[in-house]
């Protein structure tokens, strides 16, 4: 004898912060898994009310009355279906993170998350207090068990669903993106259901959070840790998953398993989606961003346009005496290609009359990196200035390489609203922007292959100040990802002098890092939440 249940995933691109407009979204969807797909039950991500991570908008008093407001109104209209529904539970002086299985005016079980996580981009244990016990609904019969996020992650909680009577497990999470961690998430299942035999269905939320990306990826594994269904990522959605009970045995039924993604194009995707939800939750009516001839600013308008459209974005080329015909000539044959308004600014007569204000103060000095950042300056001042007139917000094109060392420049190219590369090393830029021509032909081959220059001064190249990027990338990420001394480092096989001068313009720079525009975490380290150095330090590297 057999009986199907049917839950929905919810696999939904919630806003932090809109607790009225994510209580409307959750009944619009129940209604929709009840009516549409004839589901007996809708999970909703981690932390649905408020969305994820809420941050200190959890001590606000109007936040709290939001929540007590949206879950009565959840708990009142949610009809004809269970549904599982993160929130913020204020009780006992404490928050928790918590779930509410809903039906018919009726909360059949309230669940608090009992590991809160406190280590990368995660900071749990400053809002929330950990849960102690474990409980079970009935679905059709079928005893179920929640759990939140890094309670999977841990093998207690579901060691103790398992021994309360539990058949099956569903997981609702708030799993922030990085390069490849689906792959440790999967494994991270297989290993729970390796210890308590149970199947596991695991939702994750969508969209983009300031620095954060949470890429969807929702799978089901049965009960021999084999994925038997797995969500297309970077996409919303309301997906079915169908559970047989065959004599007591529960068995989810083979469903779609989208392929997982190349690294390149899993990257492109959560940058696009990144920049989009950025500006689309802010509310700009389009971006501004200076395109200088180079890989890193065709890469960026190529993501603006991807994530916005052509119409909404504009690119501004502003030359000095030092921009090469080739940077002119394929910058504007880039965005004509890509159909975006673009205007030539030169920067020639700015830089000129900075230069006679302080030619007194200057008296007797040689040129130097001065003169190169007075021209970035201009540069920012022109399109903070576009920005302000038209509303549009400044997207930097600072990559993780030039962020690392400080080969920026201040209130200059590093200006701006948000940095959507600031995350991709130099050599990861050239991997995309290869992959994004390989969809159609946007950045010129050109731009590719010419040597990189900030173009400053006369035939200046990165390698004048900079080892090349493939010895720089592969030091920043065993120091930045792996936390390698310089002995260690050089013990890979690099000179310890360039590692020492590496490190050391690491740590040198970490002010500029403090001022520079939020950009969207793609790597298992990235500056900003997951980074946290001090800025005065009499650290010496070794």
Wanted: proline letters at 5%; aromatic letters at 8%; hydrophobic letters at 40%.
């Amino acid at each position: 004898m057999s009986t199907t249940v049917r839950i929905a995933l919810a696999q939904l691109n919630i806003p932090v912060g809109d607790v009225n407009g994510n209580t409307a979204r959750v009944i619009q969807t129940a209604e929709d898994a009840r009516d549409r797909l004839s589901a007996d039950l809708v999970m909703f991500p981690e932390l649905t009310l408020t969305g994820y991570p809420p941050e200190d908008l959890l001590f606000h008093a109007g936040v709290r009355q939001q929540v007590a407001e949206g879950l009565l109104r959840l708990s009142q209209e949610i009809t004809g279906i269970t549904a599982i529904v993160g929130y913020p539970e204020y009780a006992d002086q404490a928050i928790y993170n918590a779930c509410a299985v809903l039906r018919d005016g009726e909360m059949l079980l309230n669940y608090r998350k009992r590991e809160l996580p406190n280590y990368k981009v995660f900071d749990e244990k400053r809002y929330f207090k950990a849960g102690t016990t474990t409980g079970l609904f009935n679905l059709k019969g079928i005893r179920v068990a929640t759990l939140i996020c890094e309670d999977i992650w841990q093998p207690t909680p579901a060691l103790a669903a398992k021994a309360a009577g539990a058949q099956l497990i569903l997981v609702i999470n708030g799993s922030p993106y990085s390069l490849n961690y689906q792959q440790r998430r999967e494994a991270v299942v297989r290993e729970r259901i390796a210890e308590v035999g149970l199947p596991v269905v695991y939702l994750n939320l969508l969209g983009g959070q300031d620095e954060l990306l949470f890429d969807g990826n929702s799978f089901v594994m049965n009960a021999r840790g084999e994925v038997v269904q797995r969500m297309p990522p970077f996409q919303e959605g309301l997906y079915p998953v169908d559970i047989e009970v065959i004599d007591g045995a529960i068995e989810p039924r083979l469903g779609h398993i989208e392929p997982p993604y190349t690294e390149e194009a899993s990257v492109y995707s959560a940058l696009v989606l990144g920049v989009r939800d950025y500006v689309e939750k802010h509310g700009f009516p389009g971006v501004v961003i200076g395109l200088s001839g180079g890989i890193d600013s065709a890469l960026t308008l190529a993501i603006a346009v991807d994530a916005i459209g052509a119409q909404r974005v504009h690119a501004v080329m502003m030359p000095s005496q030092y921009t090469s015909q080739l940077s002119l000539d394929e910058a504007a044959a880039q965005a004509h290609q890509m159909g975006v308004r673009y205007d030539v600014i030169s920067i020639s007569g700015m830089f000129e009359s900075v230069q006679t204000a302080l030619k007194d103060v200057f008296a007797g000095a040689k040129p130097d990196a001065t003169e190169e950042n007075i021209q970035a300056r201009c540069r920012g001042i022109l399109l903070m200035a576009i920005s302000n007139k038209q509303g549009k917000m400044v997207l930097t094109t600072g990559n993780k390489s030039e962020m690392s060392v400080g080969y920026a420049t201040l209130y200059g190219d590093m200006a701006g609203g948000f940095a959507p590369i600031k995350d991709c090393s130099k050599l990861l830029v050239y991997r995309l922007a290869r992959y994004r021509n390989s969809q159609s032909m946007v950045i010129p081959q050109k731009v590719i292959d010419r040597p990189p220059s900030a173009e400053l001064r006369p035939d200046q190249k990165d390698t004048d100040s900079l080892p090349p990027y493939e010895v720089l990338d592969a030091i920043l990420e065993l120091f930045i990802e792996s936390d390698l001394s310089v002995e260690e480092i050089a013990a890979r096989g690099y000179d310890r002098v360039v590692v020492g001068r590496v490190l050391q313009m690491v740590k040198r720079n970490e002010y500029k890092r403090r001022q520079a525009p939020p950009g969207i975490r793609v790597s298992n380290r990235a500056f900003g939440r997951d980074w946290r150095y001090p800025i005065t330090s009499g650290y010496k590297s070794q």
